[in-house]
């Protein structure tokens, strides 16, 4: 479905092959502006809420002895991830929903959601690449546990993080210079990443209940049991993740073609945008909700006696 405008700006985008919907803000029903009233609302509040979590979950691995591991340093970096999400591609959502409810001219407008979209895009994938290096460390401490430390170092993490934000950088300048090329380039990107996460889940599961039966000593099984913990936290956060992208990509394939509508497309759009930039404060919720260490972290930050016995 493309519904194209004709701003000279919007016009200049569509030479480069890049499609912005036409907005006639007339034509809204009364229930599309609710709608779209109540996604900015929602957009505003958990914008900085998102922002705040993970700024947490980054001060927890960097205050907290017990968090200060290579498992944990990933999950910062997600975090950061997440703050970008919450800083940049959430506030330009919210000003595109703005101008669509205002009725702002085109020419001021189309620009808008063009860099949301882009933001979207990068921010999913490398989102995507974290997870995947995550999985990856993981499905290493389990099938490797006595050469983890000499496979996983501070040095190849710090490159293969550089790496992901390198190549989600290189796509998007693609984005604007080579749009033929590009579309193959994210759509294998992001295919590469889903098929490591696959991967590394069951090999990750597959190794670990070979391991469970040849752990003899109490602390070799105590660590073990740590890591496995590890494992089912990095599974809950990557099922959210596909939890808050599922709709979207439905939305497109599927339901996108049989709407006439631009009003109709750009609301719903707009719902399926919204539940996926909404799945970044998810996370830091996932980690207090599974680890002692995060919760007692964000109360030492929150400045909340921590009254609770360990469990």
Not at 83 to 102: D, K, M, S, V, W
Not at 127 to 139: G, N, T, V, W
Not at 272 to 299: D, E, H, I, K, W
Request: glycine share 4%; hydrophobic share 50%.
């Amino acid at each position: 479905m493309n519904f194209s405008s004709h701003s000279p700006i919007c016009s200049q985008l569509a030479s480069s092959g890049v499609s912005v919907p036409e907005w006639r803000p007339n034509f809204l029903t009364s229930e599309m502006s609710v709608a779209l009233i109540s996604v900015t609302i929602v957009n505003v509040l958990v914008s900085p809420l998102t922002i705040f979590l993970n700024v947490l979950v980054i001060l927890a691995v960097k205050i907290t002895p017990q968090l200060k591991d290579k498992y944990n340093v990933l999950l910062a970096c997600l975090a950061g991830t997440d703050i970008t999400t919450g800083a940049l591609g959430q506030p330009l959502f919210i000003a595109e929903l703005i101008y669509r409810l205002t009725g702002s001219p085109e020419s001021e407008f189309c620009i808008i959601p063009h860099a949301t979209r882009g933001l979207t895009r990068a921010f999913g994938l490398i989102s995507l690449y974290h997870l995947a290096l995550i999985s990856m460390e993981r499905y290493i401490s389990i099938k490797f546990p006595f050469k983890y430390h000499d496979i996983v170092t501070n040095r190849r993490l710090i490159v293969c993080n550089v790496l992901a934000w390198l190549q989600v950088l290189t796509a998007a300048f693609l984005r604007y210079s080579d749009v033929v090329f590009s579309y193959p380039l994210f759509g294998f990107a992001v295919f590469l990443s889903i098929f490591i996460l696959i991967f590394c889940r069951i090999a990750s599961y597959y190794e670990a209940r070979k391991r469970i039966g040849n752990i003899t000593t109490q602390s070799a099984r105590a660590k073990f049991l740590k890591e496995k913990k590890a494992l089912k936290t990095t599974s809950f956060v990557i099922g959210l993740v596909f939890l808050f992208y599922v709709p979207m990509i439905l939305f497109k394939v599927v339901f996108a073609p049989l709407i006439s509508s631009p009003e109709t497309f750009l609301v719903l759009e707009s719902l399926m945008s919204t539940l996926l930039l909404c799945g970044s404060v998810s996370n830091p919720v996932v980690y207090c909700a599974r680890s002692r260490q995060y919760r007692q972290a964000f109360r030492k930050l929150l400045h909340i006696a921590n009254n609770v016995q360990p469990l």
